[in-house]
Each structure stands twice: as C-alpha cells, then as structure tokens.
C-alpha cells in the first residue's frame, strides 16, 4: 500500500505525516518516517494498533540513542511512546517503570528508595530499549533484575510476559514481532541510598573520563566479540572488546565524509556535524571490514539500523 493510499485511524495523541528522524535521534541523521505516532496513553495505542491494517510495519522507537536511521526514511509507522509512558513507582522491592522512563532516572529513584538498580545509571536510553537490548553494564544485565514486561501486541491486544519468555541473551530478548513495550517491572536487591548514589556517581565519573559524551554519538557502535559486557573491576579483560580490536586494526579516529570513530574511545561513531547516514555505516562497515582483515573477528552491530538508503 502506497503511502498516499493509507487511512491512518483516529487517535487522541500526535499523528504526523513525512516527520522528519534526523531531529529525534542521537547521531541526528535520517530520513521521515512515512507516519509518526506519539500515543496518549496505553489504551490511545491499543485502539491505533487495532485499527491499523495488518500490512502497514510498524517500528517502535525509544529516545533515538542506539539507532541510525538511514537516510531514505522508514516506511510505514514510527511509534514513540512519550509522556503517558514515563511513571516510575516503587512498591517494596519491585520498581515499575513506563518504556518511556530514562534508565538514568530510574536508577536514581530506585536507589533513593534504597533499591539497586545501579546498572542503569549511565545506559544512554530508556527503559523499553533496555529491555528489548538486554542493557547492561558493569556485570549486571537487565535479565537480571528483569521480573515481567507490558506489551501491547501488533493486534492491539494487552499481554504480561515473565522475564524468562523473553529468551534473553547478549544485547537480545525474543518479542513478538511488532509488539510495543509499555512498561516493565524489576526485582531489586536492596542496598543503602547513600551508597547507592555514590557509587552512580563513581560510574558517571568514569564514564565521563572514558567516552565523548559530549558528542553526537549512539553510545557503543559494536558488541563486544567476548560476549558480555565490561564489569568495571580492575580484573576486566580487554582483550576481546570491540574497542581494543578496532584500535589493533588501526580504525581509531578513522573518518568518512562527516564520520568518525572517536579517539577517545574507538567504539564510538561519532557525527562531528554534517555526516549523512551513510556516511555512518559506511565507516561501521570500513572498520568490520578491517577489524575482520586483521584478526578475523566479525563484529556485529550494537547501533540498530533501520529504513531505507537515500537516493
């Protein structure tokens, strides 16, 4: 179906035609999506999926944080869940978090309860993607302090899936194709809140010591090839992490057009101001390529790219 050809339901949230990516994610790049939806609320979003033809694809996006979208555009309807997704409520131990929650802000109401989500305190996001990405650092992963996920199917229908029928695994989780992340609640172990913020504190710090957070990036380019994450103890093993092979094939501060790998931290992709996103995964694909070269390692993608190339 053309997009000219479809009739979008009513809905009581935002619904906007040709709206421009490049504003609404991190690397600022990206070509419009041929519908943008912004769903009032949980039952806005049930009626809009329900009433939706079951042809026209459907991408959920989050903040824009670990996405490049390509320069053609997306076909089809981009959804972004905005204010009526963001609550965050403590109940003992159990913290219940809208997709559109940010994983810093929900670290940081989690450790004034005295609760210890710590590991989402510098994971550039929000808590659907956190989720769908298994997110982790510092050798804890959302698997694991995940209880169950809110999912409004591609049907319209509500469903509650335990943490377990997600499959996770390293930087993956098994959902329903086309299924939307409304909200998710984690189990916490309990710890001091002052302890708890600063230890947020000590990471943020190190964080900021080690990564251009300062520029226009989309947080780690690369999975690490050792297949977790760094755990931030002295004993860490750099030896397989992506940043270390892409250093030893000689791809640190690597450019293309308005692309570059950091020289701070080699795993970031940076735009320094008019990249294209070509530009981007053309120099993702140059450093796969001569990482490949040098120590036959294939390194798959951390950044989801989706929609089409540019003309």
């Not at 809905?11 to 419009?32: F, H, I, K, S, Y």
């Not at 229908?157 to 939307?180: D, H, K």
């Not at 690369?222 to 093993?237: E, I, K, L, Q």
């Not at 790998?261 to 053309?282: I, P, Q, R, V």
Request: charged share 25%; with cysteine.
């Amino acid at each position: 179906m053309k997009r000219s050809e479809m009739e979008m339901p009513e809905v009581r949230g935002q619904l906007e035609e040709r709206r421009t990516m490049a504003d609404l994610t991190w690397l600022r790049v990206g070509g419009p999506a041929d519908w943008f939806f912004r769903p009032a609320d949980v039952e806005d979003l049930c009626a809009f999926l329900s009433a939706l033809p079951d042809d026209v694809p459907v991408f959920t996006m989050g903040v824009g944080s670990n996405l490049i979208v390509r320069d053609g555009g997306i076909r089809g309807v981009v959804i972004r869940l905005g204010r009526g997704f963001n609550g965050i409520e403590v109940d003992g131990d159990r913290v219940v978090a809208g997709a559109a929650a940010l994983d810093a802000h929900v670290a940081r109401k989690a450790a004034a309860a005295g609760l210890d989500l710590t590991y989402l305190r510098t994971i550039p996001g929000a808590i659907g993607g956190a989720v769908r990405m298994n997110a982790g650092c510092y050798g804890t992963y959302t698997a694991d302090r995940l209880e169950s996920v809110q999912l409004v199917l591609r049907d319209g229908t509500r469903e509650t899936r335990n943490a377990e029928a997600l499959n996770f695994a390293y930087r993956s989780s098994e959902l329903p194709e086309g299924a939307v992340i409304v909200s998710a609640t984690f189990r916490a172990p309990r710890g001091e809140a002052d302890a708890l913020e600063a230890r947020m504190s000590e990471q943020v710090a190190a964080r900021d010591a080690s990564q251009p957070v300062k520029a226009r990036s989309a947080g780690s380019t690369f999975r690490n090839p050792a297949g977790f994450s760094s755990t931030g103890r002295a004993d860490d093993v750099h030896d397989l992490k992506a940043w270390k092979v892409i250093d030893e094939a000689g791809m640190r501060g690597a450019r293309r057009g308005g692309a570059v790998m950091s020289e701070k931290h080699c795993n970031f992709l940076l735009n320094e101001g008019d990249a294209t996103a070509a530009d981007l995964e053309g120099l993702g694909e140059d450093v796969r390529k001569k990482v490949y070269d040098s120590s036959a390692i294939t390194l798959e993608w951390e950044i989801m790219r989706v929609g089409e190339p540019g003309a």
